[in-house]
């Protein structure tokens, strides 16, 4: 079975620093990927992030990272310089044949 | 860029009652979601649509549901006889099949009373 584990319900920041958010998944497939989105007040999935399996190489977009452990099954977020328009609902996705979500983590970005 | 629309943007319903939750992927796109999330809750895998048919399909997506493509454009869901718990936030989504990456639609708020 396919699982994706947010053991974070909620987190805060201060703005301007770093916060890094918890995912480990469990999957029995060779191929697949991994995503964050976040998730506005507007109820807006907006892709974040995405990871593919295959590559060893931790993925980065402007001040949002990934840190990809694959033999342990866990894929962390890290947002530096956290910024107010940041705070949302963050869900870590795993994607292969479906689509499967995590719980999510609020964050909140305190100014 | 191109965006996936959905409509409505909200509904409300009666029990019983049927509803079709209509979407426009991105015309490029192969491959076609749909998701539910009820208030508060995580985002649930309904279906998936590949080449006309059902690809994958979670146990949320009993005979109550269906999906079609009636014309090469619109994706739609329909849920034959809502109940209560069919209350949720519907997305729809789509990948194009090379990049593995699925753009979400806004999404439906369906209200059944």
């Known amino acids: 079975a396919q699982t994706v584990t947010q053991s974070q319900p909620e987190m805060s920041v201060q703005e301007a620093e770093t916060v890094t958010l918890s995912c480990t998944y469990d999957t029995s497939e060779s191929d697949y990927y991994l995503f964050w989105y976040k998730q506005p007040p507007s109820r807006q999935m907006i892709l974040v992030i995405r990871?593919?399996?295959?590559?060893?190489q931790n993925a980065t977009e402007n001040r949002f990272s990934v840190n990809f452990q694959k033999a342990a099954k866990s894929f962390s977020l890290k947002i530096s310089d956290s910024q107010l328009g940041d705070a949302a609902m963050y869900f870590c996705?795993?994607?292969?044949?479906?689509?499967?979500f995590g719980t999510g983590t609020s964050l909140t970005v305190i100014p | 860029e191109p965006e996936v629309t959905q409509t409505p943007s909200h509904q409300v319903t009666q029990m019983g009652q049927e509803v079709i939750l209509r979407c426009v992927p991105i015309s490029n796109h192969l491959y076609f979601y749909w998701y539910r999330q009820i208030l508060g809750q995580k985002v649930e895998f309904l279906v998936s649509?590949?080449?006309?048919?059902?690809?994958?399909k979670s146990e949320i997506f009993d005979d109550q549901f269906s999906v079609e493509r009636p014309d090469g454009s619109n994706f739609t869901l329909k849920i034959r006889s809502t109940k209560l718990e069919d209350s949720a936030m519907y997305f729809c989504a789509s990948i194009d099949g090379r990049v593995y990456e699925q753009y979400f639609g806004p999404g439906t708020r369906l209200t059944v009373t």
């Open positions: 649509f590949y080449n006309n048919e059902i690809s994958e």
């Open positions: 990871q593919e399996a295959y590559k060893q």
């Open positions: 996705a795993l994607g292969g044949n479906q689509f499967y």
